[in-house]
């Protein structure tokens, strides 16, 4: 099956600071999404995000299909931001089948 | 618009007992697919339906089944409860189709003890 590889697997960032997060993934997908687990365990939907660029306040994201990567960018963080960051893909063909990453874990120190 | 549903959020069973989750999905979503999260393995996919019928399937034993009613609500079950059965166990509702964006619930926290 499909596999998706995320990196770094952990991040401390001081507060205001930059920073991206890499999702690679091994075959075509019809669906990338780039999703921020909050503690209570909620996967909080940041992008549907297949290919292309999209932003959203301090957030954005891009995704060259053709060379299999997604890349989260995170700007001027703030300590909310903190927690576990998931990409997942469905395969093609696969149809709401979602193999996630393994996380980024980002803190974010005041 | 009401998100995805789930219940229970939290619950504690013993070692070889059942236990049943819920969810309901976005109204007007068809499809419902079920994870499980642990420490271990991180998330993986259990099993999804769409219009009540199972459409793909993880690699989990048969322990763990799963089904859909016409309203689109799903339940799961996990019989003979194992400890290593305790996880996060999340629902997510699509409109179902190829590349729609897929929306979780909250999750139920299970302890298998």
């Known amino acids: 099956g499909i596999q998706v590889e995320q990196s770094p697997p952990d991040l401390i960032l001081q507060e205001g600071a930059n920073s991206t997060l890499r999702c690679n993934f091994s075959?075509?997908?019809?669906?990338l999404q780039w999703f921020h687990q909050n503690p209570w365990g909620q996967l909080i939907n940041l992008f549907y995000i297949p290919s292309g660029t999209k932003q959203n306040g301090r957030l954005s994201a891009t995704t060259v299909a053709t060379e299999r990567y997604s890349l989260l960018y995170i700007s001027s963080s703030q300590t909310t931001d903190s927690g576990v960051y998931f990409c997942a893909v469905d395969g093609a063909g696969a149809n709401s089948k979602l193999t996630f990453g393994k996380g980024i874990t980002l803190s974010v120190r005041p | 618009k009401a998100g995805v549903t789930q219940t229970p959020r939290y619950l504690i069973k013993t070692r070889g007992q059942q236990v049943t989750l819920s969810c309901s999905p976005i109204s007007g979503h068809r499809s419902v697919s079920w994870y499980q999260q642990t420490p271990g393995q991180g998330l993986q996919f259990l099993f999804e339906y769409f219009s009540e019928t199972q459409r793909n399937k993880g690699n989990f034993p048969g322990r763990f089944s799963g089904r859909q009613f016409s309203n689109s609500r799903s339940e799961m079950n996990v019989s003979t409860l194992e400890l290593g059965d305790s996880a996060l166990y999340l629902c997510?509702?699509?409109?179902?189709?190829?590349?729609?964006?897929?929306?979780f619930g909250e999750g139920s926290w299970l302890t298998v003890v």
């Open positions: 997510a509702s699509s409109l179902g189709g190829t590349g729609n964006t897929i929306y």
């Open positions: 075959d075509s997908v019809n669906n």
